[in-house]
């Protein structure tokens, strides 16, 4: 069996089957990512930092494999689950909580700090995500990594089109911030073009670009609830799909891994 496979396999079985479809792809570039970076440094054990992290969906397994995981979250509620899971986990020694905002990494634990900086499902939200993500990328030390996660413009049309909501469809296409109108509960969409501007003035690397949820957020959940087989030959096909160029605009999300220069 395909390496690839036993990963998907093993990230499944943390969560639901249709969770898992959300995340695995995500997971997987991961933990490629992770380990190239251990064998890159000549340590097995790096410094995370997860900002908007919330109750650890990320933390947890690099935690497990033993990292050590700052989580940077502006909710206490969200720290205080986070808390509960990591014991619950056993690994509430290489896990930490810090409450704070996007844009706060540097002030807390210092330029050039860390090794990996997920920001995932964050720049929609915050005030500036131009200074997000300076930030995020000047906590990394040479060679690290940064790992954004973000809406995407043309998924979210394509979704609306789909679900009979044109008028919606047809404002997103054109909005600058990639919105449906005053009723969408998201400031900002983005593509692939709009998250590397944010990165202007720092020398950022592409090591990666792959949409997710391709087609896991629009087929009814009946089609793989209950069939393993069926799950496993979808997420087969949103790992291949992820990394079509014409396709990966069109996914849900968007998922971007940048490297600081050295």
Same mark, same amino acid.
């Given at each position: 069996m395909p390496d690839d496979t036993l990963r998907s396999r093993r990230w499944s079985q943390r969560s639901d089957p249709r969770t898992a479809l959300r995340t695995a792809v995500v997971w997987e570039t991961l933990e490629r990512f992770v380990a190239e970076r251990c064998a890159r440094t000549g340590r097995s054990v790096l410094d995370v930092v997860d900002v908007g992290g919330g109750t650890g969906g990320l933390a947890v397994p690099l935690a497990q494999?033993?990292?050590?995981?700052?989580?940077?979250?502006?909710?206490?509620?969200?720290?205080?689950?986070?808390?509960?899971?990591?014991v619950d986990a056993g690994v509430d020694a290489? #896990?930490?909580?810090?409450? &704070?905002?996007?844009?706060? /990494? =540097? !002030?807390?634990?210092?330029?050039?700090? %860390?090794?990996?900086? $997920?920001?995932?499902?964050v720049l929609e939200h915050v005030d500036d995500p131009h200074a997000a993500a300076l930030?995020?990328?000047? #906590?990394?030390?040479?060679? &690290?990594?940064?790992?954004? /996660? =973000? !809406?995407?413009r043309l998924g979210a049309l %394509?979704?609306?089109? $789909?679900?009979?909501?044109?008028?919606?469809?047809?404002?997103?296409?054109?909005?600058?911030?990639?919105?449906?109108?005053?009723?969408?509960?998201?400031?900002?969409?983005?593509?692939e073009a709009s998250v590397l501007e944010l990165f202007t003035g720092r020398d950022l690397?592409?090591?990666?670009?792959?949409?997710?949820?391709?087609?896991?957020?629009?087929?009814?959940?009946?089609?793989?609830?209950g069939d393993p087989e069926a799950m496993e030959t979808l997420l087969d096909l949103e790992r291949a799909a992820g990394t079509h160029p014409v396709l990966t605009a069109m996914a849900a999300g968007l998922h971007v891994v940048g490297e600081r220069a050295d």
């Amino acid at each position: 069996m395909p390496d690839d496979t036993l990963r998907s396999r093993r990230w499944s079985q943390r969560s639901d089957p249709r969770t898992a479809l959300r995340t695995a792809v995500v997971w997987e570039t991961l933990e490629r990512f992770v380990a190239e970076r251990c064998a890159r440094t000549g340590r097995s054990v790096l410094d995370v930092v997860d900002v908007g992290g919330g109750t650890g969906g990320l933390a947890v397994p690099l935690a497990q494999l033993g990292h050590r995981v700052a989580v940077v979250d502006p909710s206490p509620d969200a720290l205080a689950a986070l808390q509960r899971r990591v014991v619950d986990a056993g690994v509430d020694a290489l #896990v930490t909580a810090r409450q &704070g905002d996007a844009g706060s /990494l =540097v !002030a807390a634990l210092g330029s050039g700090s %860390v090794d990996l900086v $997920l920001c995932h499902g964050v720049l929609e939200h915050v005030d500036d995500p131009h200074a997000a993500a300076l930030d995020a990328f000047d #906590v990394l030390r040479p060679g &690290g990594l940064v790992s954004m /996660l =973000v !809406a995407q413009r043309l998924g979210a049309l %394509v979704a609306r089109a $789909l679900a009979g909501r044109f008028a919606e469809a047809r404002v997103l296409l054109d909005d600058p911030l990639g919105r449906s109108g005053e009723r969408d509960l998201l400031p900002r969409r983005f593509d692939e073009a709009s998250v590397l501007e944010l990165f202007t003035g720092r020398d950022l690397r592409v090591r990666a670009v792959h949409g997710v949820r391709l087609f896991t957020d629009l087929l009814p959940g009946a089609l793989v609830d209950g069939d393993p087989e069926a799950m496993e030959t979808l997420l087969d096909l949103e790992r291949a799909a992820g990394t079509h160029p014409v396709l990966t605009a069109m996914a849900a999300g968007l998922h971007v891994v940048g490297e600081r220069a050295d």
